[in-house]
């Protein structure tokens, strides 16, 4: 009886084939596919100087101003998760942030946290994963967010000889996990690649993403892999979008940012939160 189970248990890890001239060959079954293992997992019981930056830096326009050192609060860790803060200060005081064309932010009430992984953290293609939750959100300027981008990136702050990339040409590309508009609508965000278009500055947003519905004042994990030649975004794991044949035009190392920016100058008191349980970042074994 052993014996017979044995070659049933051979005959269904092998296949057989038949070769140009007609003998027959036995080939390995194809193996499961490989499974993910962590390189990089923070669960912030505290703030990690290691794994993260505060990075000041003006963009988009936005009208808050990135500060440093949980100033003000804007990137508390407590209770086992950081919370990535806007906060309406009561009154205009000056900002040192810059754009990547050495113009200085002008004074303003808003102060905001904003933390990158870059020179801690960065990794070539992948998992990264951010399990978050927001407390709030559908407000109009709001516009908290989770993504990725190339390590090459000339924006401040800029630490090695290679950062000399302008955005979102190769090397500095962007692709975008959780953004949410809160202009646009509640419990709503978008995911995507940002399309280069070949030159500085020449980026299409919108072609290659799309909108998402989800619980965003639940927790959930927010990803973006690798699979062959495609980016696929999942929520809690499961599948919502795909970038087909787009995962080969980043081909660099990458490092993530969590923000939360003030998008328009519609008022706001009190604060905003991007409240963030995790990250990490996973590759094939």
Not at 227 to 250: I, K, M, P
């Amino acid at each position: 009886m052993k014996q017979i189970l044995t070659f049933v248990l051979i005959s269904f890890l092998l296949l057989a084939m038949t070769n140009s001239d007609g003998d027959t060959v036995y080939t390995s079954a194809p193996t499961e596919v490989d499974a993910w293992e962590t390189d990089f997992f923070d669960d912030f019981n505290s703030f990690n100087p290691e794994n993260w930056q505060d990075q000041m830096i003006w963009v988009n326009n936005e009208l808050q101003c990135y500060v440093p050192d949980n100033k003000y609060g804007t990137r508390e860790v407590s209770d086992g998760s950081i919370k990535i803060k806007v906060i309406n200060i009561g009154e205009k005081c000056p900002c040192d942030n810059m754009d990547k064309h050495g113009v200085q932010h002008t004074d303003t009430e808003y102060v905001a946290g904003r933390i990158c992984s870059k020179n801690r953290q960065e990794f070539i293609k992948g998992k990264w994963t951010a399990r978050l939750k927001l407390w709030g959100n559908g407000e109009p300027s709001m516009f908290p967010a989770w993504w990725i981008l190339g390590a090459q990136n000339n924006e401040p702050p800029v630490q090695e000889p290679d950062e000399t990339v302008c955005w979102p040409t190769t090397g500095s590309g962007e692709i975008d996990i959780f953004e949410h508009h809160g202009d646009g609508e509640d419990d709503h965000f978008t995911a995507g690649a940002i399309k280069n278009l070949g030159g500085c500055g020449e980026g299409d947003w919108w072609s290659t993403r799309t909108g998402i519905q989800a619980s965003l004042n639940d927790f959930h994990e927010y990803s973006v892999e690798w699979e062959a030649s495609d980016l696929v975004y999942r929520v809690d794991g499961t599948e919502v979008y795909r970038n087909v044949g787009l995962g080969d035009n980043y081909p660099e190392p990458m490092f993530a940012i969590l923000n939360y920016a003030k998008i328009t100058d519609t008022p706001m008191t009190g604060e905003w939160v991007m409240e963030v349980d995790w990250v990490k970042h996973e590759f094939r074994k």
